[in-house]
């Protein structure tokens, strides 16, 4: 049977050193990388790993997220947003090709999703993680197109942001966000939305008028020109 000297030198090659008592190449026993997270494993298994794989997780993510080294480490980013692999996680994976998925769900916006070592991400954070080095709250693609992951039609926004730039939603009934259809005299109601809270901004049966006063009030309140635009 093999000494502990013997066992430590045989595991030159992985970085680990025996902490517990070598009792044969089957029996568990406790095992330290240079980094000291330890393992309770067989000599057999040990032997076949090439690093800790607590160190190797470590390596690849910071946290839930795969870190920055990592993703240059194994993928090609352009200005417009389209990831290809540089080197692959998977040998079925061809360098040079074009990654991600897009995932249709009904009644939500197409997006594009790219697997890394196992876990899943919207291109369109990816993207700008690779480019800022920032992993952001809230992302919104500015056109409204969420396929659209070129680095100029994404921005880092609060929630209020995000509020003052949405789509017109498929049941709207008037055509216009923030402006209500006639009431039996006729008369539509103009109002917008700021810091969480319903803004009255004025009564009109025209609807030009409406539609000025609405641009006014947006405009005062910060909103984006992509605001209300339809899908």
């Known amino acids: ?41 067989t000599y057999n298994n040990i032997m076949q ?3 800790c794989k607590t160190c190797q997780k470590s390596i690849r993510f910071d946290g839930d997220n795969i870190n920055l080294s990592r993703l240059h480490e194994l993928t090609s980013c352009t200005q417009g947003g389209i990831f290809t692999w540089k080197a692959s996680d998977d040998k079925r994976h061809v360098i040079g090709e074009e990654i991600g998925a897009i995932r249709r769900s009904k009644g939500q916006s197409p997006i594009l999703i790219i697997t890394l070592d196992g876990k899943s991400y919207l291109a369109s954070r990816l993207a700008w993680f690779y480019f800022h080095g920032e992993w952001v709250k809230l992302l919104q693609h500015i056109n409204h197109d969420t396929l659209d992951n070129r680095l100029c039609n994404l921005r880092s926004v609060t929630d209020e942001e995000m509020a003052k730039n949405k789509t017109m939603q498929s049941n709207n009934t008037s055509g216009y966000v923030g ?19 319903s803004v009255h901004v004025g009564y009109s049966r025209d609807l030009g008028k409406c539609i000025r006063m609405l641009a006014v009030a947006r405009e005062k309140y910060g909103y984006h020109p992509n605001h209300g635009k339809p899908r």
């Not at 070598?22 to 029996?27: N, S, W």
């Not at 402006?179 to 809270?197: A, D, L, T």
């Open 1 to 41: 049977m093999l000494s502990n000297d013997e066992v430590n030198e045989r595991l030159n090659h992985n970085g680990f050193t025996l902490k517990g008592e070598y009792l044969g190449p089957g029996i568990k026993t406790q095992y330290a990388c240079k980094a000291g997270h330890e393992v309770f494993v």
């Open 49 to 51: 790993w090439k690093r």
């Open 179 to 197: 402006i209500s259809n006639p009431n039996k005299h006729g008369i539509r109601r103009v109002r917008v939305h700021h810091q969480g809270e």
